[in-house]
C-alpha cells in the first residue's frame, strides 16, 4: 500500500512539473514571437483579399494604412517611403495586403515593376497568420532613420549599365535606422528595438522643356539587412 501511495505521489509530481515546463515554454513563445516578429520565409504565397471586420458601418474616421508622402527630391521620397513601409499596427482592423497597397500607389506607374515591388513588400511585412497573432498583443511598429545616402555600388552598376537598362532618373537611396516594435503582455508594455538597413531603388524623371517634373516613384526595394553599401 505504501508502495503504490508513493509510486502515485511521484507520478503527480512528475506530471506537475512537465506541465509547469510547458506553461513556461509557452510564456517564452509568446514573448520572443513579439519581440522579434515571425521569420520570414523566401518564398510564400501573397496574402489572401483582406477581411475587415469591425462592428457596425466603416466610419469616416477610421485611420488607414500610412500613405508615402510625394516629393520631386529622391532622398525624401527615400525616407518617406520607408517610413511608410515600416509603420503598421495590428490594432488598426488592416491587414499586411492594405499596407502593401499604400506603398504599390507610388510604385512604378509604367508597371513594369509592380509585381517585383509587390513581392518585395511582402517580405518586409509579416504573414497573414503571423500578423493575427501579433494582434494579440497589440503590436505596433515604426521605423527612426539615422542615415540615408547613395551608395558606391550604385555608381558603378550605372557606370555598366548599357543604355536603356536604367530608367530615366533612376537612382538608389541606402537608409539605416532603427525598428521599434511595441505591444502588450499580460497587461505590461513590451517593446523591442532592432537595427535595419535596406536599399530603395527609385526613379525621379528629370525636367523636361514641354512638362512639369512629375514626382518620384519607387521601382524596387532590397533584401531587408542586406543593402547596397
Not at 510564400?44 to 500613405?67: F, K, L, Q, V
Not at 532622398?75 to 504599390?104: C, H, K, Q
Request: proline share 11%; hydrophobic share 40%.
Amino acid at each position: 500500500m505504501k508502495t503504490n501511495l508513493a509510486s502515485w505521489s511521484r507520478g503527480r509530481l512528475i506530471a506537475v512539473i512537465a506541465a509547469g515546463l510547458v506553461l513556461l515554454l509557452l510564456i517564452g513563445v509568446g514573448v520572443y514571437g513579439l519581440i522579434t516578429g515571425p521569420r520570414q520565409p523566401t518564398d510564400r504565397a501573397p496574402d489572401p483579399a483582406p477581411t475587415i471586420t469591425a462592428p457596425g458601418e466603416s466610419e469616416p474616421g477610421e485611420p488607414g494604412p500610412p500613405r508615402v508622402i510625394p516629393s520631386h527630391d529622391p532622398d525624401e521620397f527615400a525616407r518617406n517611403v520607408a517610413e511608410a513601409l515600416f509603420a503598421w499596427d495590428t490594432g488598426s482592423g488592416l491587414m499586411p495586403l492594405d499596407y502593401s497597397a499604400a506603398i504599390l500607389e507610388v510604385g512604378d506607374p509604367s508597371g513594369h515593376e509592380q509585381a517585383g515591388l509587390a513581392a518585395d513588400i511582402a517580405s518586409y511585412l509579416p504573414s497573414r497568420e503571423a500578423w493575427i497573432e501579433l494582434r494579440k498583443y497589440a503590436t505596433t511598429q515604426h521605423l527612426t532613420i539615422e542615415s540615408s545616402f547613395v551608395p558606391q555600388a550604385w555608381d558603378t552598376a550605372v557606370e555598366q549599365a548599357q543604355s536603356g537598362q536604367l530608367p530615366r532618373g533612376a537612382t538608389a537611396i541606402t537608409i539605416e535606422g532603427t525598428r521599434h516594435r511595441e505591444g502588450v503582455w499580460n497587461g505590461e508594455p513590451v517593446t523591442s528595438e532592432h537595427p535595419v538597413a535596406f536599399t530603395v531603388f527609385l526613379a525621379c524623371p528629370p525636367p523636361a522643356p514641354e512638362f512639369r517634373t512629375g514626382p518620384c516613384h519607387v521601382l524596387r526595394l532590397s533584401q531587408l539587412d542586406n543593402p547596397l553599401r
